[in-house]
């Protein structure tokens, strides 16, 4: 089985973002098991709201780095915080933005396998917004795993150290990026 290519990325601007903290805990587990990831933070690649005019000048480098960077992934670990019930501006800022094909060019999320978790502080743990992020993704022609993983009281999920105090909790985020990888690596 050749080795997949992962891109690990949170909807999240935020500097202590949990959803963060746990898209890093699955590329690291991901990482374990052999798979080339990298993990993107979207407020390093600056993406401004997706405008056509704005598109007409060219596409913005942060942009096409994302868009480069999922056409030559196989697989995408994607966190999603959840806000009034769906998923944040800027990860919807930035799929809209990956999924503009210039002529001639592959889609960025055409079949790409994706496992989607989601953190949040409540008793759901962004549940709900990770059945539009899965509409959203299939509808752009992703391959997303029926198995997701919502994390309730995320507040109470890290240690100071970013690592997931709760070993059951470790072996769901494990066991999810793990089947990303299986999948991805098999239709590489």
Do not use: C
């Amino acid at each position: 089985m050749t080795t997949a290519k992962i891109i690990a990325l949170a909807g999240s601007l935020r500097k202590d973002s949990y959803n963060q903290l746990l898209i890093q805990a699955a590329a690291n587990f991901a990482l374990e098991s052999g798979a080339e990831v990298e993990v993107i933070k979207l407020q390093d690649l600056d993406i401004p709201m997706f405008d056509e005019d704005l598109e007409a000048q060219g596409t913005p480098k942060g942009a096409q780095l994302l868009k480069d960077k999922l056409r030559d992934a196989d697989g995408i670990l994607l966190a999603s915080p959840e806000y009034n019930g769906s998923f944040t501006a800027v990860l919807k800022n930035a799929i809209d933005w990956a999924s503009r094909t210039e002529q001639s060019a592959v889609p960025a999320f055409r079949n790409k396998v994706v496992a989607l978790y989601a953190a949040s502080p409540g008793g759901l743990g962004g549940l709900r917004g990770l059945n539009h992020v899965r509409d959203v993704l299939s509808g752009i022609g992703s391959l997303v795993l029926a198995d997701q993983l919502a994390v309730p009281s995320a507040f109470n999920v890290f240690d100071d150290q970013g690592k997931i105090k709760d070993p059951e909790l470790a072996e769901k985020v494990s066991s999810l990026a793990l089947q990303l990888v299986s999948v991805a690596s098999k239709l590489k």
